[in-house]
């Protein structure tokens, strides 16, 4: 064990220098002769010294400068211990003691010079694997688009659909290629893109189902909700995946960022909705989706249980009458 | 059909289309006629209170010496609607005259009496007045606010169409004549201006509901409803109870559309018809089958009640596929066709869906309820059903019933549901 001599960054408290103790004394000040040269003009050339106590242990002493040694607390003291961890102010300089046999902290992972935070399967960090998955997602997204057409040709619509879908993602993952090309070094639009479709196609795709939910069971108080939390959760993913090819985040850090973002929206799609009077209006909503399901799949209520469904309507729409417009 | 009320605003712009010719071609009786009767017609105008503005100019006859002036209840509707912002003129037509006040209402027959001054006037004395097809009438009035005019036409029966008679008048009404009266040429009154049509084809209230409503407004004990508007509930609670206990009756008829056989005409005085437009080069066709009524309750100036009205809707198509069908099937079934309406009057809607069967057929129900605000117990309801199970045919059937109790919606609408069978 030996005791070590901090001389810390004035701003930042990082170690600037340290000194060891090696013989039984150890002078600060300005002077080259000293052994812990201190390069601040507001220290004596001689200014302290470290020295026994005489009870073992040393002190440091303060060798009659004109601004002193003062401690943690702003108060000047002739000497201080050297107690470990103890702080002191030497002009302008903070010094702190050590002990030699404190272990330090384990190295930080150093991430420079690597490429990615997340690293991809190979096949799939192509730019042909990542087109294709684009198109893919672009032909699954106009193909649900054609089967809720019902005009004799529907082709201008998808061009258009498709070329206003092209131009959005291309933008979009433009623009994170470029965030990724200053943060990691490395344009990756392919990559960014892939990623912008599939979200898209998976959402396409969710859609059909929560039709067909819609349809086999109307008017499920879990369908809001439900419809909410997978947008979320997309968005999310969404978003770790971009941040995995353009920043180098670890995994964790990524997801914490997903969600905040999902938490975020979610904040804001509540205020909204809360802050939101809901106006008046002469155009009903109602679930009007039909599918192709055969009767015999299809759970159905009979005739007298809709007399229930009726006088519940009835109920919220006489709330509403004694509320003034 | 299109019916205007002829209901002179004064904000609205006065159309310069040239009148019809028989309008021009007075007979020879007509202008003794106007001489003789000219100074019984009244010009009612309705004023917003604060600025003075008019808001509605029609028109109106004494009925006798104390004071009882007839028109329109779509005249003094604003009246009605907002006693304190609106108050009722009358005069000659040059002067503003004296204020009146609302003594009676028969909103079903739309006829209003007023209470002014008493003191002689000349007036009309109501009686039953009979007249054939082709008879000779003569109707006065303020078209337009533009003085007093006469129009000569030729009575065509009653509205077949109606489950309350109206006068078909062949000649041309114009906003503003509202109230007024369509006499004979010796002066007898045969109805009160009421609506139009357009192209001369113009309708009356019959004489005797205006007597029916006289009689009851200076029967002796009568007293005018301290709200007015209690009385309009009132008055449709029980017209509709009336109007809509007659739809489908067990001797309901049906009509076969596609695979479906679906009800139709609900009442002997709805009018049914059916076409499939040719909607250019669609890959589907498009059947329609709609029975209506001429009913329709005035309230006020953007609200009507009492109108049912029954729509069937086949869709068929043998080159789409089944997924596009259906995109087409839930576009029709998402359509909006319920009647507009105005916060003021009415709440927003609120519907439910369910997938019912009626033991024959899998139907996807939609029912969508709004209540009126001023009037209590009644509510606007459309009823909307699209069949489910076919792959390649779909209906799309909506009732739609303004102004009805819940108790004949929930009626009406179980009956409907009841109706629906495969061919």
């Known amino acids: ?325 | 059909m299109d019916v205007r009320r002829v209901v002179g605003l004064a904000a609205s712009a006065i159309v310069a289309t040239a009148l019809p010719l028989a309008a021009q071609q007075g007979g020879v009786a007509t202008p003794s006629v106007f001489r003789r009767f000219a100074n019984r017609v009244i010009r009612i105008q309705v004023s917003e209170a604060g600025s003075g503005a008019k808001a509605v100019v029609g028109s109106g006859i004494f009925v006798d010496d104390a004071g009882h002036l007839l028109t329109n209840f779509h005249v003094v509707a604003d009246v009605v609607q907002h006693p304190d912002r609106y108050h009722i003129a009358f005069g000659d037509g040059h002067t503003p005259g004296d204020s009146a006040t609302i003594l009676a209402i028969d909103v079903i027959h739309d006829l209003a009496v007023l209470q002014a001054p008493t003191g002689p006037r000349p007036h009309f004395t109501l009686a039953a007045a009979r007249v054939h097809q082709g008879d000779r009438l003569y109707s006065l009035g303020y078209p337009e606010d533009l003085g007093l005019a006469i129009v000569e036409g030729t009575y065509n029966g009653l509205l077949k169409h109606t489950l309350y008679p109206k006068l078909h008048f062949t000649g041309s009404l114009n906003p503003g004549m509202s109230g007024g009266p369509t006499i004979t040429e010796d002066g007898r009154v045969v109805g009160i201006n009421v609506s139009t049509a357009g192209n001369q084809l113009s309708f009356l209230v019959p004489v005797s509901d205006a007597i029916a409503l006289v009689a009851r407004a200076t029967a002796s004990g009568y007293r005018p409803p301290a709200r007015m508007l209690d009385d309009v509930a009132r008055q449709m609670m029980t017209y509709q109870d009336v109007y809509l206990g007659r739809l489908f009756t067990d001797s309901t008829k049906t009509v076969d559309l596609g695979p479906y056989r679906v009800p139709t005409e609900p009442a002997a005085f709805f009018r049914c018809w059916g076409d499939a437009p040719d909607e250019g080069n669609r890959p589907y066709v498009r059947t329609v089958h709609r029975c209506s009524t001429d009913d329709e309750v005035y309230l006020a100036s953007d609200e009507s009640s009492g109108v049912v009205e029954l729509t069937h809707e086949l869709l068929t198509s043998t080159s789409l596929s089944v997924a596009r069908f259906y995109a087409l099937y839930t576009a029709t079934f998402a359509r909006d066709n319920t009647p507009s309406g105005n916060e003021d009057e009415v709440t927003s809607w609120r519907c439910a869906t369910r997938n019912l069967t009626n033991g024959t057929m899998a139907l996807r129900t939609v029912l969508c309820l709004r209540a009126y605000r001023k009037l209590a117990g009644l509510y606007d309801g459309v009823i909307k059903v699209a069949a489910l199970g076919t792959r390649r045919a779909g209906l799309v059937s909506t009732l739609t019933l303004s102004g009805a109790s819940f108790a004949n919606i929930q009626r009406l609408t179980s009956r409907f549901l009841r109706e629906f069978q495969w061919r």
């Open chain 1, 1 to 325: 064990m030996a005791l070590i001599v901090e001389v810390l960054d004035a701003r930042s408290d990082d170690v600037r220098s340290w000194h060891r103790l090696a013989g039984e004394h150890l002078a600060l000040g300005r002077a080259y002769d000293n052994d812990v040269v201190l390069d601040d003009p507001y220290v004596e050339a001689h200014h302290a010294r470290i020295e026994p106590d005489g009870a073992g242990t040393f002190v440091l002493r303060d060798l009659g400068s004109v601004n002193g040694l003062v401690g943690a607390d702003g108060v000047r003291r002739p000497e201080f211990p050297t107690t470990a961890g103890t702080t002191v102010r030497v002009g302008h300089t903070i010094i702190r003691f050590q002990d030699s046999d404190v272990p330090p902290a384990a190295a930080i992972p150093d991430r420079r010079g690597q490429r990615t935070g997340a690293r991809l399967p190979a096949w799939l960090d192509t730019p042909a694997a990542q087109l294709g998955i684009s198109a893919g997602a672009l032909v699954v997204i106009l193909w649900l688009s054609w089967l809720g057409t019902y005009q004799r040709s529907a082709t201008g619509d998808l061009t258009d659909l498709a070329l206003g879908l092209m131009f959005a993602l291309i933008l979009w993952a433009g623009i994170w290629s470029v965030a990724g090309r200053v943060v990691t070094h490395r344009f990756r639009f392919l990559g960014h893109l892939a990623i912008a479709f599939a979200a898209l196609a998976v959402l396409a795709i969710w859609g059909t189902v929560s039709e067909w939910f819609a349809f086999v069971a109307p008017d499920t108080a879990l369908a809001k909700p439900l419809g909410i939390a997978v947008v979320l959760l997309l968005i999310g993913v969404l978003v770790a995946g971009h941040l995995a090819l353009a920043s180098a985040m670890t995994r964790r850090r990524r997801w914490t960022a997903a969600w905040i973002t999902c938490l975020i929206l979610l904040a804001l799609g509540t205020a909204a909705s809360l802050a939101e009077r809901k106006p008046f209006s002469d155009v009903p909503q109602f679930a009007a989706t039909l599918k192709p399901l055969p009767t015999s799949l299809l759970p159905t209520h009979r005739l007298a249980s809709f007399s229930a469904v009726e006088r519940d309507l009835q109920r919220q729409v006489d709330a509403l009458a004694r509320k003034t417009p």
